[in-house]
């Protein structure tokens, strides 16, 4: 199957070695790439591509007015109502691709925010775990404290002992621990609240920027929009352009071919007018070399007297006809 590529497209870098004629729509997929993007140029028209229709446009005039024959213009014609075709459809191709990537950016984005969501939840369920494991920490370590051990469990000195023994006592007297006054729980208490409010913070900051990402998504879905709107009046516009001068162009054309149809009946006319007044002034001098030549005839007119005046008459003739043709 191999030697089935063709040979020309293998040139033109349209098909590839790995492709096989009646595989993969005919070439590989960077192939139909190149060649899709070739289209979508021609379709929006860049400046090469305008510069060449407007040189082809003039040769195809240029060859009207030299007279090019009625069968030619019918396939210039032809060949543009093909281009015109085949860049219609390169334009339905391109708005399927955009339309595509615009629903695969959508599932990526809904994706994403899957995914944030789930890390969300994931980041609560751990700090809940991690409250629930500090809780534990500090209840064992108030078991510990109260049997006169240590926050670990270990065996406690002496001074432990006491202060565990005077802690009830402290206690009853409204202080949580014989040595701890209360600025050091004050401390604590601020320590903590400052703890939260970072853990707050970040968590603002993290949905700031979730928050500014999306909307900067969605500027961005915005600007591609009123791109893609923009080339699709752009290209309604250029159709409707071309459409006009199609038949703008053909309306010229029917004038020009009823001027020329005019133009050649009028020659006709006058042909048959000099024709017919041609003939008639001939007849007039055959009658009237006829008259002279019965008159002299009959006056006994000398033979080369008569030759001379029809060799004149003849020779007003000839006169007459050459300033008919001019």
């Keep these: 199957m191999k030697g089935d590529i063709d040979k020309e497209k293998l040139k033109k870098g349209l098909v590839c070695v790995r492709d ?12 139909r790439e190149r060649e899709s993007r070739g289209a979508r140029t021609r379709g ?9 229709e407007r040189e082809r446009v003039g040769r195809a005039r240029a060859r009207e007015r030299s007279g090019t024959p009625a069968s030619e213009r019918e396939i210039e014609r032809e060949r543009a109502r093909a281009r015109k075709r085949e860049s219609e459809g390169a334009w339905a191709r391109e708005r399927e691709r955009e339309s595509a990537g615009a629903r695969e950016r959508e599932r990526e984005r809904e994706r994403e925010r899957e995914r944030e ?9 751990e700090r809940g775990q991690e409250r629930e494991r500090g809780r534990e920490r500090e209840s064992a370590g108030g078991r510990a404290r109260e049997s006169g051990r240590g926050p670990g469990g270990e065996r406690a000195g002496a001074g432990a002992r006491e202060r565990a023994r005077a802690r009830p006592r402290a206690r009853e007297r409204g202080r949580g621990h014989v040595r701890e006054g209360a600025g050091a729980r004050e401390r604590e208490r601020g320590r903590e609240r400052e703890r939260a409010s970072g853990r707050a913070r970040k968590r603002e900051r993290a949905g700031t920027r979730a928050r500014e990402s999306e909307r900067a998504r969605a500027r961005a879905q915005e600007r591609a929009s009123g791109r893609a709107r923009a080339r699709k009046r752009e290209r309604a516009g250029a159709r409707a352009r ?3 001068s199609e038949r703008a162009r053909g309306a010229r ?4 071919a009823r001027a020329q149809e005019r133009a050649s009946g009028r020659a006709r006319a006058r042909e048959r007018e000099r024709a017919r007044a041609q003939e008639s002034a001939s007849g007039r001098a055959r009658k009237r070399e006829r008259a002279g030549a019965r008159a002299r005839e ?7 007297e008569r030759e001379r005046v029809r060799e004149c008459e003849r020779e007003r003739e000839r006169e007459r006809r050459r300033a008919c043709k001019r």
Excluded: F, H, L
């Design 298 to 304: 009959s006056a006994g007119t000398p033979a080369s």
């Design 44 to 52: 929006r028209g860049s400046a090469r591509e305008r510069e060449r």
């Design 242 to 244: 071309a459409r006009e």
């Design 20 to 31: 096989t004629v009646g595989e993969s729509g005919g070439g590989c997929a960077r192939a």
């Design 253 to 256: 054309e029917s004038e020009r």
């Design 117 to 125: 969501s789930a890390r969300g939840r994931k980041r609560e369920r």
